[in-house]
């Protein structure tokens, strides 16, 4: 029956900030948090780059040639959201928690910063299942920046970062949560377990939404 096996799913817990703002730290540290917990929780991340449409955008990331068809990059990252989320929904639908590292919020708003509409944007990630909670690691571009050089990929420069950081705080909705990602990495950590714990408990028993 289809209601009852859906009663005790797990929760989809996202992930998303700027560059550098210690999403990937965070993220582990997360998992092994709430597997200490005694939870049944899994990993994944956006964009995926071992699949086929995750190596052309693994490609279109480290070169710095001009992109002309913008639309058809964002799709291709949407497309690969598609290709791992089906998958995804049946394990958190029997149970596992899913922490995930990037996913549709990224696509907006970096596709914003390059010049795309936001109606547009937003559109092309409709349908796609919704997370639970938005933990989003907000710090400034000049923050950001004292963490190291920014690599050599595509978006990691000062002015694209400041509009990528400025488009994020247009989307924060009811179930984002904005954490001062200046913070020492175990503040954090602990902010970011508190609130898991609490959506995973929150959430056993609603149906996922879609975006
Ligand atoms: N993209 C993505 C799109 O354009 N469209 C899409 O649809 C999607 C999904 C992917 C790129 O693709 C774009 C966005 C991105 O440009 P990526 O592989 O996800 O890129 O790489 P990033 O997320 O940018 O990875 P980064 O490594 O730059 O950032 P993180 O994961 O946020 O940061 P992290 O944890 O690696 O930490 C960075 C450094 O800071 C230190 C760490 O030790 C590390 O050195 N650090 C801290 N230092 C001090 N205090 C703290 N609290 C710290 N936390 C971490
Ligand atoms: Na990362």
């Keep these: ?24 730290t965070q993220a582990q540290l997360l998992l092994q948090s709430l597997k200490d917990k005694g939870q049944n929780v899994e990993f994944a991340r956006f964009p995926e780059r071992s699949s086929e449409i995750g190596k052309v955008i693994d490609q279109y990331l480290k070169s710095t040639t001009n992109e002309k068809n913008l639309k058809s990059m964002h799709l291709l990252f949407t497309a690969n959201r598609w290709e791992l989320m089906e998958d995804i929904v049946k394990k958190i639908k ?4 899913y922490v995930i590292d990037r996913y549709a919020y990224s696509g907006i708003v970096y596709s914003m910063a390059n ?24 710090l400034s571009v000049e923050d950001a920046a004292k963490r190291g050089e920014y690599g050599k990929e595509r978006y990691e420069k000062k ?53």
């Excluded at 029997?94 to 928690?97: A, E, M, R, Y």
């Excluded at 010049?115 to 919704?130: A, H, T, V």
């Excluded at 400025?166 to 377990?193: C, F, G, M, R």
């Design 1 to 24: 029956h289809k209601e009852k096996s859906e009663k005790n799913r797990g929760a989809f817990i996202l992930l998303e900030g700027c560059d550098r703002s210690g999403k990937t």
């Design 94 to 97: 029997k149970g596992t928690t």
């Design 115 to 138: 010049g795309l509409d936001k109606e547009w944007c937003i559109r092309m990630e409709s349908n796609l299942p919704k997370p639970d909670i938005v933990l989003f690691l907000d």
């Design 159 to 211: 002015a694209f970062q400041q509009k990528v950081r400025d488009n994020y705080h247009q989307l924060i909705e009811d179930n984002w949560k904005v954490i001062d990602a200046t913070q020492t990495k175990e503040e954090i950590a602990k902010q970011l377990l508190d609130l898991s714990l609490k959506t995973i408990e929150e959430s056993k028993n609603k149906p996922i939404q879609t975006i």
